[in-house]
């Protein structure tokens, strides 16, 4: 079964195409620890950030199940750049009482 055929039967194996990351798992709660530990370390994450860099589709979603969880985590919307060299309006997540807040 070739890549495009396993992307389509729901099957991917996503460790095996990030190609040098060290991203092991998607389920959510792998996600929600690399967005936390991410947050934590730098202080705020922008939606880009999370997609390119932390290979996390939804951060919206995972910035919830995190608040859910009882992490303080404030939006500010700011104007950020894709890899593509578009701008676009996204959210930026901000841990409060915690991390760099750069």
């Known amino acids: ?16 195409y990030n190609k040098g990351v ?35 589709i939804h951060p919206a979603g995972r910035v919830l199940d995190l608040r859910k969880a009882g992490e303080k985590i404030d939006t500010v919307w ?4 894709t890899e593509q060299g578009k701008p676009h309006r996204v959210a930026k997540y901000l841990l409060a009482g915690g991390g760099a807040h750069v």
Not at 1 to 16: H, I, P, R, V
Not at 78 to 81: G, M, T
Request: glycine share 6%.
């Open 22 to 56: 060290e991203i092991q798992h998607t389920s959510f709660a792998q996600q929600n620890q690399r967005l936390l530990e991410y947050l934590r370390l730098h202080g705020s994450c922008t939606t880009i950030e999370a997609r390119q860099s932390l290979d996390i």
């Open 1 to 16: 079964m070739d890549k495009k055929e396993l992307a389509f039967s729901g099957g991917t194996d996503q460790a095996k």
């Open 78 to 81: 700011v104007w950020d750049i």
